[in-house]
């Protein structure tokens, strides 16, 4: 069992709930060490002082903010402790959301359990759990961890509440430098790419069948060396980078048959066909720029403005 990260409270109005936060994730990447090529001896690196030079232990060593290139004002624990911040021990709950306002890019700092802390806090824990879990809102939090104040989205997973991490507004670079220039599309091509979207579409992540076939790769590789052996080869046809598109639909009617193949769709559903979108008969074309003429040549002329 981990130990907790952070003890504290969610405040929630008037209601406290005293609660203990616990990661979420866990990581099972395969770590690799420095060495030395010539001898195969292990890279460390040492704490050292700057000023006598020597080597440090984890106790001997502590925080400062650096006001210039000379000098270093000592922070400690106490003075972290001591801040006046309303989230040092509480998780502020500032409001309720609808999940789908929050764009997923601010996600990723992080996912955190809260665990009731004590007989105690049971009550308040489901209450708040269970009020989540009946609507489509999740609760927007504020908290301090690690140094910094964050904000967060409080919301029930399974029988436990689960706060994520959120990245602030001012951290989200803007993607205007990044987009592509204007292209023009077909509504076919649009029609095209929602036929494929259509084949390739599960209800959950757990339906999918996904491996991490690198972290597999890396662990072969390293038996293999330590039994002075060639790793195994890969189980399948490697996947080799497509040639640049020239015909967009003849390639997107060739994805969706390639998509419903690998679902086992045969019979009438193999046969990916995108239909084009019904153009506008040219009567019917002729008519409405016929009415618009009509209509400008009898609408009055607007009086231009004047300072």
């Known amino acids: 069992m981990p130990r907790p990260l952070w003890a504290g409270a969610i405040s929630f109005g008037l209601v406290t709930v005293p609660i203990k936060l616990e990661t979420a994730t866990e990581k099972h990447d395969v770590s690799l060490r420095q060495v030395h090529l010539e001898d195969g001896g292990r890279i460390r690196y040492r704490k050292t002082c ?56 601010q996600y990723g700092a992080g996912s955190y359990y809260l665990t009731a802390d004590g007989a105690v806090a049971a009550k308040p824990y489901v209450l708040l759990r269970q009020a989540l879990a009946r609507t489509e809102k999740v609760a927007v939090a ?15 997973l399974g029988d436990a509440l689960l706060l994520s991490g959120l990245h602030w507004g001012d951290e989200i670079r803007s993607p205007a430098e990044l987009a592509p220039p204007v292209t023009a599309l077909t509504d076919d091509e649009v029609e095209g790419a929602l036929a494929l979207m259509e084949t390739m579409s599960v209800d959950s992540l757990g339906d999918l069948d996904v491996t991490d076939h690198y972290t597999e790769a890396l662990q072969e590789v390293i038996a293999a060396k330590a039994e002075h052996r060639a790793p195994k080869p890969a189980e399948g046809e490697e996947a080799a980078a497509g040639p640049v598109v020239v015909d967009l639909m003849a390639a997107l009617e060739k994805s969706v048959a390639e998509a419903r193949e690998r679902r086992g769709e ?42």
Do not use: C, W
């Open 50 to 105: 700057d000023i006598d030079g020597q080597e440090l232990r984890e106790d001997e060593i502590g925080k400062g903010y650096e006001t210039s290139k000379d000098h270093v004002i000592p922070i400690t624990d106490e003075d972290l402790a001591d801040m006046p911040l309303p989230t040092a021990k509480a998780i502020e709950i500032v409001a309720f959301i609808d999940r789908a306002a929050v764009d997923t890019v």
């Open 142 to 156: 504020k908290f301090a961890l690690r140094g910094r104040e964050r904000l967060g989205l409080l919301r029930p």
């Open 266 to 307: 045969t019979g009438n559903k193999g046969e990916a066909t995108v239909h084009e979108m019904p153009k506008p008969k040219k009567k019917a074309a002729a008519k409405k720029a016929l009415a618009k003429k009509t209509a400008a040549k009898k609408a009055p002329a607007r009086r231009k403005k004047t300072a």
